[in-house]
């Protein structure tokens, strides 16, 4: 039995967070308040401490000699910081109190503090992760966010969101919308959302999630939009189990505020997040399943969109999270007025609308430069003598080529010539960077469009010709290209707006210039989901403005 009957044994059992490395540091300084005793035997002195102890763990308080050993040994952990070993007791006792934990229960999480600190402090995790962690690490024991709270207020770093913070992410969504989404419907953005998600590692069908979350404007349940939105500005600022309820106060008055600001499809006045947690600690499948039969499809596609979230990484989470917010703003969208009414030009103002976008980047997101190249394209090849099968065209700026199997933005198939022309617009100044990229996903697309085009042809039959249409060219002429692709004889061409502009008024007839125009490029422009900022800068063009 010996080495029992020491000071650093006893010392051992009250479940300091104190790490190896500084444990003799920490024996040292209970030894000098234990000689205040006048105890010079090491076993006397391990009897007394033993002593104090039994009468804490009793019921007592604890002795000030107690006291005094534990905050001054506890001060070796830098980590801990110079508040936390005075407040040791309190917490104990509040982990006791209000965190219904047993005095040994309350002892082992406190042993964890030095951990708990680092995961708050250095990985930004929330008190639910931390509580998740911790639980996991003793084989299953359930401890919460509450519990947790205690101790990371006591370690004065307990996470909060403040409304700042709330609302300053919520604009940036707000503005992300139009640069990830462009004009792009919310059904539209939803392919998106899931490539990424898949290149980030999403476990299941996050399209289908997101179909039945949001299955269209009139079945739409918006109380779990405001949820979901909510739940995920969490993860911009913490690593956090988004299915969550509650450690944010999420009832509270910013969570109102952000509700009334950005959520005008619920209307009620009083809290979605309140009406819809009530008992629930997580919303799960089993909170879904008690919800009204008429929003329980919306609910169990909300469940089963965190659990694919809390399945990630916290890097891919909180991605995947900077692109669901956004969408929800463009749902959100469709509940506000939109002021700006787009004019429907002559043909001087289609001439100052090309007359100015051709001076550089219209800066909307390349929305007008698509809808641009979607009329150029079309009246250059009006006339021909081959029928197309038109692809793409009126497509989104955020629509992906590979994922629509398209080669190019826009695209027109002659079956009878057995040829391809591709249209890729580009805001600014062309560079070899961009053709490239586009020559590596054609060959994929070619590979998976092989059999379509083979039953018309041999692949040695067909000619494809990429056209690129940008506001400077001047580094292209001497870009060296690949001629065959996956077997097929491709052909490269770059051209500015300016120039196909000038083509199609030499050679198409004004009064097709005005319809095409009307139907490519100015209902489009005035669509729900083009925002009235570019609206605005198509009524400039009109007027003659430029568009840098």
Not at 171 to 182: M, R, Y
Not at 259 to 282: C, D, I, M
Not at 369 to 388: G, K, P
Not at 459 to 474: L, M, Q, Y
């Amino acid at each position: 039995m010996e080495g029992l009957q020491t000071v650093a044994h006893v010392m051992s059992q009250l479940l300091l967070p104190i790490s190896q490395k500084n444990s003799a540091q920490a024996v040292e300084r209970a030894q000098y308040w234990l000689g205040a005793t006048d105890l010079e035997e090491e076993t006397a002195r391990a009897d007394y401490l033993r002593f104090e102890i039994t009468k804490w763990r009793d019921g007592a308080r604890a002795s000030v000699l107690l006291r005094n050993v534990v905050t001054d040994s506890l001060l070796v952990e830098k980590v801990l910081g110079e508040q936390f070993p005075g407040k040791y007791f309190l917490v104990h006792e509040k982990l006791q109190d209000s965190g219904n934990l047993s005095f040994e229960d309350a002892s082992a999480l406190l042993s964890h503090s030095n951990l708990i600190a680092q995961l708050l402090i250095d990985e930004r995790l929330s008190c639910a992760q931390v509580a998740g962690v911790l639980s996991a690490r003793r084989g299953g024991f359930e401890y919460n966010w509450n519990q947790l709270q205690i101790i990371a207020a006591a370690l004065g770093v307990r996470p909060v969101l403040s409304e700042e913070q709330m609302f300053r992410q919520s604009e940036l969504d707000v503005a992300a919308s139009q640069e990830k989404f462009g004009d792009a419907t919310p059904e539209e953005c939803i392919g998106l959302i899931s490539e990424v998600a898949a290149s980030l590692g999403y476990s299941g069908d996050l399209s289908a999630h997101l179909v039945r979350f949001f299955p269209g404007r009139e079945e739409f349940v918006p109380q779990y939009s405001v949820i979901l939105n909510t739940n995920l500005l969490i993860v911009e600022e913490y690593d956090h189990p988004v299915s969550a309820a509650y450690e944010f106060a999420p009832r509270s008055g910013t969570a109102k505020r952000l509700q009334r600001k950005r959520h005008p499809s619920y209307t009620a006045v009083e809290s979605a997040y309140l009406n819809n947690s009530k008992g629930a600690s997580f919303f799960d499948r089993n909170w879904a399943w008690s919800r009204m039969t008429t929003g329980r499809s919306q609910a169990l596609a909300l469940a089963d969109i965190f659990s694919g979230l809390n399945q990630m990484a916290y890097p891919a989470r909180r991605e995947l999270a900077s692109w669901i917010r956004p969408w929800l703003m463009r749902i959100e969208d469709s509940y506000t007025e939109h002021l700006t009414e787009v004019y429907d030009p002559d043909l001087e103002g289609i001439r100052n609308f090309f007359s100015g976008l051709s001076v550089g980047n219209s800066h909307t997101f390349g929305i007008l430069e698509q809808r641009a190249v979607d009329f150029l394209a079309t009246a250059m090849l009006i006339s021909s003598e081959y029928d197309f099968e038109v692809r793409g065209r009126g497509d989104s700026v955020s629509a992906s080529n590979t994922s629509k199997l398209k080669m190019g933005d826009v695209e027109f198939k002659s079956r009878d010539s057995k040829s391809v022309i591709a249209f890729e617009a580009h805001g600014g100044s062309l560079s070899d960077f961009y053709v490239n990229i586009h020559a590596d996903s054609l060959a994929k697309i070619l590979k998976k469009r092989k059999v379509e085009l083979e039953q018309l042809g041999n692949s040695g039959d067909w000619n494809i010709e990429v056209r690129f249409v940008a506001h400077d060219i001047t580094e292209m002429y001497s870009l060296g290209l690949p001629s065959n692709i996956s077997g097929y004889t491709v052909a490269w061409s770059f051209t500015t707006f300016n120039q196909s502009w000038n083509d199609v008024l030499e050679n198409v007839s004004d009064d097709l210039i005005s319809t095409l125009f009307k139907q490519y490029v100015r209902d489009p422009v005035a669509g729900r989901w083009v925002s009235d900022g570019n609206k605005a800068k198509f009524n400039q063009l009109i007027d003659g403005g430029v568009s840098s």
